[in-house]
């Protein structure tokens, strides 16, 4: 069974940094794509970062391009997210995700699997 577990989260003054951690577990880790996402309080769940199963290509949402850093380490079935420059419209419920499909291209939709989620809070 796979599962995600993600780290990190916090509560962080403008303009600081943080970094999540997500550990897999349950499957093979370095076939699989990986992606971030939040969910702000009522507002729907956005993508925000996604690395290719070989960490050679990644992928980012418009809103964090140049502040934050998706990274994994295959050999520790981790992936990061460095988030520098926040700012109080970063805070959220950060979640890992994994799609069900292996050797996938890094994506914005095809997620079949989730963690629990890492609250992030930036104050101003």
């Known amino acids: 069974q796979v599962q995600l577990v993600e780290s990190g989260g916090g509560l962080v003054k403008a303009g600081g940094s943080l970094r999540l951690s997500c550990a897999a577990s349950?499957?093979?880790?370095?076939?699989?794509?990986m992606g971030w996402f939040r969910q702000a309080p009522g507002k729907e769940r956005e993508f925000v970062a996604a690395?290719?199963?070989?960490?050679?290509?990644?992928l980012y949402a418009d809103s964090v391009k140049g502040r934050f850093a998706i990274s994994r380490d295959n050999a520790k079935n981790t992936m990061l997210l460095q988030m520098n420059s926040l700012s109080p419209e970063d805070t959220a419920m950060y979640y890992c995700?994994?799609?069900?499909?292996?050797?996938?291209?890094?994506?914005?939709?095809?997620?079949?699997?989730w963690g629990q989620g890492t609250q992030v809070t930036v104050s101003s």
């Open positions: 995700a994994a799609p069900r499909l292996a050797f996938t291209e890094p994506n914005r939709g095809s997620y079949g699997y």
């Open positions: 349950g499957r093979a880790f370095s076939i699989y794509t």
């Open positions: 690395i290719k199963w070989n960490g050679g290509t990644t």
